[in-house]
């Protein structure tokens, strides 16, 4: 299995931008597929974005569309998630995950390894 390790989080104003990196350790990261989920108080996990092992194939929540971007190096072992025009609706705590398979998923069960998760708070 993968272990992940989340950081970037942080407090940033409605409009700002927060990036997000997940590192990962194993021998397994390159052959992972790596998704980004997000969990707001009082809500159940959702999907947000997630990419393929080789950077090719990526997916996203409607919801970030065009704000936020998930990228890759598997040189580094890490998935980053660039997160532009922030909304106070994009507060939550973040996790990566990563799942044995080449091509991406947005189910959260298809995952099997997931790191701790960081807060991202977007304030108004």
């Known amino acids: 299995q993968v272990q992940l390790v989340e950081s970037g989080g942080g407090l940033v104003q409605a409009g700002g931008s927060l990036s997000l990196s997940c590192a990962a350790s194993g021998r397994t990261f390159s052959s992972s597929a790596m998704g980004w989920f997000r969990q707001a108080p009082g809500k159940e996990r959702g999907f947000v974005a997630a990419?393929?092992?080789?950077?090719?194939?990526?997916h996203y929540a409607d919801s970030v569309k065009g704000r936020f971007t998930i990228s890759r190096d598997n040189a580094k072992n890490t998935v980053y998630l660039h997160m532009n025009s922030l909304k106070p609706e994009d507060t939550a705590v973040y996790y990566c995950?990563?799942?044995?398979?080449?091509?991406?998923?947005?189910?959260?069960?298809?995952?099997?390894?997931w790191g701790q998760g960081t807060q991202v708070t977007v304030s108004s």
């Open positions: 990419i393929s092992r080789n950077g090719g194939i990526t």
């Open positions: 995950a990563a799942m044995d398979r080449r091509w991406p998923s947005i189910v959260a069960d298809d995952y099997t390894s």
